[in-house]
């Protein structure tokens, strides 16, 4: 194959992966995932593609606490497990199209 045809079929590769990663972006569009802390008692909701909070919940039980600290640790528990949890998601679904190849600038 010559250098022109070689380079001919990497720009149809780059192309069909941007179609899938196209797709992929789409899929994730409107995906949440949700962050658990102290057993579930606070309850962390974002979204996996955009990582923007959703909502919180906590237990009522839990608002009888006297150290408002420990609820604050919890919140920020939760909070950083649920962005992991879609930085996972994310990482999967990129994965599926790039066959686990790390190409910064995706998303």
Do not use: Y
Request: charged share 25%; glycine share 14%; proline share 3%.
């Amino acid at each position: 194959m010559s250098g022109l045809g070689e380079m001919g079929h990497l720009l149809k590769q780059a192309q069909e992966m941007q179609r899938q990663l196209d797709r992929v972006r789409e899929e994730l569009h409107g995906s949440e995932v949700e962050g658990l802390a102290g057993g579930g008692v606070v309850r962390v909701k974002v979204s996996a593609d955009r990582k923007q909070v959703l909502g919180v919940e906590i237990q009522p039980d839990v608002l009888g606490e006297e150290d408002p600290a420990l609820l604050a640790d919890l919140v920020q528990a939760a909070l950083q497990d649920a962005l992991s949890r879609a930085g996972e998601v994310e990482k999967e679904a990129i994965g599926k199209v790039t066959g686990g190849m790390n190409l910064p600038g995706l998303f």
